[in-house]
């Protein structure tokens, strides 16, 4: 079974690793010829750390995004962030058959949404796979990762469910779910949409927060009172957006949920830190943005996350 991994951040490193450690074929969708040089300098790996034991995985192949003799696709996971997915996906959705599936990894929401409107409002669109990550990797160099947790996670550590399907079969979610570390599950779509619902609170109150802050995972609540209080707030404003749609879940349930993510994932620096220590462009409007057009139209005010929202566009306004 061929794979392909588009995007290498954290998350990408981490599918690519667990993968390639199967002994699948994996090759590497890179959006440069400097990236792939970079990736070849060092002989095709990836380093993977977790739980103190450092491990170099070779065996990996890798294409540049564009070159027109990659062959048809038959599993594609695409762990891009959320604002450049719709753009890298356009350089290899012509390799995509109808029969294909692609495992879409994005932190936030609406963006399988966005690439039905984009690419597949006229036809059929491949097999589309949202996975709900719980796994807590950081990237500490170009193809080197830390893995932080997730394998023992008792909810699933990876949660995937077909867009708008029961669930069904698949070669993609079945391999997957054989990997023990990635403590893998396949949901229905309605049941995957509640949890995709519960991440998106968990990122909505944890990344913006420590971005601010510039700390790690357990520093919100490690005897940091004021942070907790904030992610409260954000908590008690998506009840007020999401309410009808995550039915017998109060503020004070979803605050102690993420809660016991800062704790699970404290020495985790959240993703998007590690954006903004890197110069990159975060995923805020997919995620503190997106319940702000939500409760636009619900009619409902949300100041906290909207002054979370700016906050982080302004720290942006410094590297852009």
């Known amino acids: 079974m061929q794979w392909n991994v588009l995007g290498t951040g954290a998350i990408g490193c981490l599918l690519a690793s667990q993968l390639r450690l199967q002994k699948l074929n994996v090759n590497l969708l890179l959006r440069s010829q400097q990236h792939l040089k970079d990736f070849q300098a060092r002989k095709n790996t990836i380093t993977y750390e977790c739980q103190g034991k450092t491990t170099e995985i070779d065996g990996f192949t890798a294409s540049v995004l564009g070159d027109k003799n990659i062959p048809l696709i038959e599993n594609l996971v695409v762990a891009t962030k959320a604002h450049h997915t719709a753009e890298a996906l356009g350089s290899v959705v012509g390799h995509l058959k109808s029969d294909s599936s692609v495992l879409l990894l994005q932190n936030g929401m609406g963006i399988v949404e966005e690439l039905e409107s984009k690419y597949w409002s006229q036809q059929q669109h491949p097999r589309l796979f949202i996975g709900v990550n719980r796994h807590a990797a950081e990237r500490l160099a170009p193809f080197h990762i830390i893995h932080h947790s997730g394998w023992n996670d008792p909810e699933g550590g990876l949660m995937m ?4 399907k029961q669930t069904e079969p698949s070669p993609l979610a079945q391999t997957l779910q054989d990997i023990p570390i990635m403590q893998a599950i396949t949901l229905s779509w309605q049941d995957l949409y509640s949890r995709m619902l519960k991440k998106l609170v968990v990122n909505a109150t944890i990344n913006p927060v420590a971005s601010i802050l510039n700390i790690k995972n357990g520093g919100l609540v490690d005897d940091n009172p004021h942070a907790i209080r904030l992610m409260h707030r954000v908590c008690e404003e998506v009840i007020a957006i999401l309410g009808d749609d995550m039915p017998g879940e109060t503020a004070a349930s979803l605050i102690d949920m993420v809660i016991t993510s800062c704790r699970v994932a404290a020495g985790n620096t959240c993703s998007m830190l590690q954006d903004i220590k890197a110069g990159r ?35 942006e306004k410094f590297y852009q």
């Open 161 to 164: 469910g077909e867009y708008g």
């Open 281 to 315: 462009k975060t995923e805020i409007n997919y995620i503190n943005g997106y319940l702000c057009r939500l409760a636009k139209t619900r009619g409902i005010d949300c100041p906290t996350n909207m002054d979370l929202v700016d906050l982080i566009l302004a720290k």
